[in-house]
């Protein structure tokens, strides 16, 4: 039996499925159940077997379908037939994909922003496919299997035995949750999605002093969660971020009148809600903890009590770090276009403007404007802030001047080759550039003299970022701060997942280490492993304790939930309220 068993029974991994989640407006993605759909393996390579599929039998069938193809409106054809029990998704190499693919609304995140009722579509592609609750169990295959499953459909094509070869599709999760958040969370068949924001500054942030909020979204989606790299949407502006906040730590001492914050936020992807709990919590009557503890707060859980310093009536201006990663390049100028982003009705953006027309002007080959064909501010956290304090001067720089340019935004295509890296380094600087000249809040318009000429971003280290968030975490920088195991270490993956107080994933982590580093208050070269072997509060990196005061992780779980007893509930159905089943 053993023997046999091997023989006729394997299992395909990795294959990455399609998971359902469960909203307010009820569940969406993908149905399976624990003893999984099963059915003999059809295959459709081309159009022309798509268009000409009609089963001749009442046979279960699992369809195999190259990635190409996918997309809603095939789905739509292919379980019309009630023999369908399932799809695979195959794909054989990278340059195996569509022209355009995203599964994700018109407008991200619209009815959480600031225009509820905008007819813009940011996202022009986008289907809404994966906001829909679908029949069947669908997975991707990496080339491996992707292979082996065409090898197998191909044989039950011959038809020298008849069907030889089917395929039971169960993933290790599958939903009995029911049909709201309430009611889930209530059975324990759910949890909330939530990870962790990571906050830094270049200096102990001081309570009395403005804010210059420079912010960036961490997480991304994708119709298959574990393949959701998001290498433009948004990593490009995690990446610009993080190099521009290196490259201004050495000038901390400059005199800046604003000090700059860095706010990279988890799972906006879902209703904004790391800004969301964040821009709650330190804006008037400011968060109350009910049970402290050494460092943290218990109850409610919140990581660190750093956010103290940080008030949302000391926050005067806001840049946020869009899709930076596929800028337009104009052959006439010969400069890679992107563009800065402002809402006239809100707060004053003179001096930011002012700041990134300094900046861009002393970086070759390319150019900011704030002339965009739309008015309204593109989805990002700068949303979040305005509807809390309208005064704030916000703006977005990104890539596009109206639609994205990004066609795969959302979807497993949105890929580390799609990015120009050396457009981002380019833009990296200018950031860097602009933050220090509006922190500076002078009273007369900044001059160049006013900005270091040395200060720009590190090219080496914008395309080693790039590489560990849409390549492996397993790269270079981070090797330098950690030893990785010889186990596998899965692909990156930008889906926020389900939120825990108790950990954090390897790619926040590494975001956290890498601004704890750069822009450390003093450290000391040291043989330490963890950091209990650094004294008086120290956190081990790169094998040397570091004292930093002022970067912190910030609780991103929707304000919509509390926790109490070891249950989670609503407690405020108008917030975003996804769960994972």
Request: with cysteine; glycine share 6%; proline share 7%.
């Amino acid at each position: 039996p053993h023997y046999l068993q091997s023989k006729t029974y394997r299992s395909v991994f990795p294959a990455y499925p399609c998971v359902t989640l469960v909203g307010k407006d009820g569940p969406v993605g993908c149905a399976t159940s624990e003893e999984g759909r099963t059915g003999f393996l059809v295959g459709l390579p081309t159009e022309s077997d798509l268009d000409a599929f009609s089963p001749h039998s009442s046979d279960p069938l699992v369809v195999v379908l190259p990635t190409e193809l996918f997309s809603k409106a095939t789905y739509e054809k292919i379980v019309r037939h009630s023999q369908v029990e399932g799809i695979l998704i195959t794909r054989l190499r990278a340059s195996q994909q569509p022209a355009s693919f995203s599964p994700i609304h018109e407008y991200p995140n619209k009815h959480y922003g600031l225009y509820p009722h905008s007819h813009l579509r940011w996202n022009s592609v986008g289907d809404g496919f994966a906001y829909e609750a679908l029949d069947v169990p669908i997975f991707a295959l990496d080339d491996v299997e992707s292979a082996e499953i065409i090898e197998a459909y191909e044989e039950n094509a011959k038809g020298d035995y008849g069907m030889q070869w089917g395929a039971n599709l169960r993933a290790w999760m599958y939903p009995h949750a029911g049909t709201d958040p309430e009611t889930c969370l209530r059975r324990g068949t759910c949890a909330p999605l939530g990870g962790k924001s990571v906050i830094a500054a270049l200096d102990t942030i001081v309570p009395e002093q403005d804010i210059l909020l420079v912010t960036a979204t961490l997480d991304t989606t994708a119709f298959f969660h574990d393949l959701a790299i998001g290498a433009s949407a948004y990593q490009s502006g995690v990446v610009a971020v993080m190099a521009a906040a290196s490259a201004l730590a050495p000038y901390r001492s400059a005199g800046f009148k604003r000090q700059p914050v860095f706010a990279l936020f988890d799972g906006e992807a879902w209703g904004y809600t790391g800004s969301r709990l964040f821009a709650r919590d330190v804006d008037e009557p400011h968060f109350e903890c009910n049970v402290e503890s050494t460092g943290h707060c218990s109850e409610p859980f919140r990581a660190s009590f750093a956010y103290k310093n940080i008030s949302m009536e000391r926050i005067t201006h806001l840049i946020d770090a869009s899709q930076l990663g596929n800028p337009n390049h104009s052959d006439e100028l010969g400069e890679n276009e992107y563009f800065l982003h402002s809402d006239a009705t809100f707060g004053d953006t003179a001096s930011l403007k002012q700041a990134f027309s300094l900046a861009a002007s002393a970086v070759p080959k390319l150019s900011v404007s704030s002339n965009t064909t739309w008015e309204e501010l593109p989805p990002s956290p700068a949303h979040t802030f305005l509807l809390s304090r309208p005064s704030i001067g916000a703006t977005v720089l990104a890539d596009h001047s109206h639609a994205f340019r990004n066609p795969y935004f959302g979807s497993r295509f949105d890929e580390g080759a799609a990015v120009d890296a050396d457009a981002l380094c380019r833009v990296s600087s200018v950031l860097a550039r602009a933050v220090y000249a509006a922190a500076l809040a002078s009273d007369q318009p900044v001059a160049p003299a006013d900005v270091p000429p040395a200060l720009k971003a590190d090219c080496d280290k914008v395309h080693q970022l790039l590489e560990c968030f849409t390549k492996s975490i397993n790269c270079s920088l981070a090797r330098e701060m950690y030893t990785f195991g010889e186990g596998l270490i899965p692909p990156p993956t930008h889906y926020v997942g389900v939120y825990s107080h108790r950990r954090t994933n390897l790619n926040n982590k590494f975001v956290f280490d890498f601004l704890v580093n750069a822009t450390a208050n003093s450290r000391e070269q040291s043989d330490c492993q963890l950091d209990k072997d650094c004294p008086s509060g120290g956190r081990c990196v790169a094998s040397a304790c570091i004292w930093n005061d002022h970067t912190f992780f910030y609780d991103a779980i929707s304000p919509g939930f509390a926790y109490k007893d070891g249950v989670y509930s609503v407690v405020n159905s108008s917030e975003p309220l996804w769960t994972e089943a």
